[in-house]
């Protein structure tokens, strides 16, 4: 047999929830999944796992929902975009779904929130999970770290911000490190990743898509970005950085047979809907 390869699809787009979604559908233990996620501070947080419709094709969701506490004011649509895009959004959107762009609303009760990427390490190596998906999940969180400070103009060790504290990105990269480390495959092939255009609100103010964050994982690790004429913010610095730290090349085989597919669905109302599609593939020995 020729080697397992995992294919990221990424005409619309990638971001944690939607990498956690499609590795699950096309596979990955959601029994492994659930019980590596028990180690993590879970009284502030539930996973949902559910099937929705996206351009009517049937894709699997991850939802990370926080307690009250806890929530991040980030899927707050008017916030982000202006009223007008707002009145387009009544569901509730969960708190990972925009894993860059937060507003502050927490009082010195929750000064904890506010993680370094030491702090979040810790959290990761004291799981119950294998050595593969610790160092990816690690890593995953380098690249994350490195890419903010540099987009903030500081230093890693000084990145405190949400984005790489908030229990919901560390939940989803620690599941997406599960469910690749899971699938067990030789090779993660990204061809293009589809990203968008124009500006989304963070708590610093207007910042342009692609986020910086996005703009400099991309820069420094050569990611293949291609930018699509739609408004919106198709990649998070999640996304971005899952794909840095696992991909391991841009060429898919000639031919090959798909063994399997996953169906990974995004949160926002976009038009086309963020649909990731993971395939896992084979080789066929001409």
Do not use: W
């Not at 009145?87 to 507003?103: E, G, I």
């Not at 293949?224 to 085989?253: H, Q, S, W, Y």
Request: aromatic content about 6%; charged content about 25%.
């Amino acid at each position: 047999m020729g080697k397992r390869i995992l294919y990221f699809e990424c005409n619309t787009g990638i971001s944690g929830d939607m990498t956690v979604a499609a590795l699950l559908d096309a596979g990955a233990s959601e029994e492994v999944l659930m019980k590596a996620l028990e180690g993590i501070d879970d009284d502030v947080f539930e996973v949902r796992i559910s099937r929705v419709k996206k351009s009517g094709l049937d894709c699997c969701d991850f939802d990370v929902v926080l307690d009250k506490a806890h929530e991040n004011h980030d899927h707050d649509m008017e916030y982000l975009y202006g009223a007008d895009h707002a009145k387009h959004h009544h569901h509730h959107a969960p708190a990972h779904y925009h894993d860059h762009a937060h507003t502050h609303y927490h009082d010195h009760a929750h000064t904890h929130y506010h993680r370094n990427p030491a702090d979040i390490k810790n959290i990761i190596n004291s799981l119950e999970i294998t050595e593969n998906a610790k160092s990816i999940a690690c890593r995953v969180f380098d690249i994350l770290a490195e890419a903010e400070a540099k987009a903030h103009g500081t230093s890693m060790e000084e990145v405190h911000f949400h984005e790489v504290g908030a229990i919901d990105s560390i939940v989803d990269v620690v599941a997406a490190a599960v469910c690749l480390d899971n699938l067990d495959v030789d090779e993660v092939i990204v061809k293009s990743i589809s990203e968008g255009t124009g500006s989304v609100r963070c708590q610093h103010g207007v910042i342009p898509v692609p986020v910086p964050a996005v703009a400099n994982i991309a820069a420094a690790y050569k990611l293949p970005l291609r930018i699509v004429d739609r408004n919106g913010e198709f990649v998070t610095p999640t996304g971005a950085a899952f794909l840095a730290a696992t991909m391991t090349g841009k060429t898919l085989p000639e031919s090959f047979m798909i063994e399997r597919v996953g169906m990974g669905a995004g949160k926002r109302d976009y038009d086309p809907p963020g649909i990731l599609r993971a395939m896992l593939i084979s080789e066929v020995d001409e």
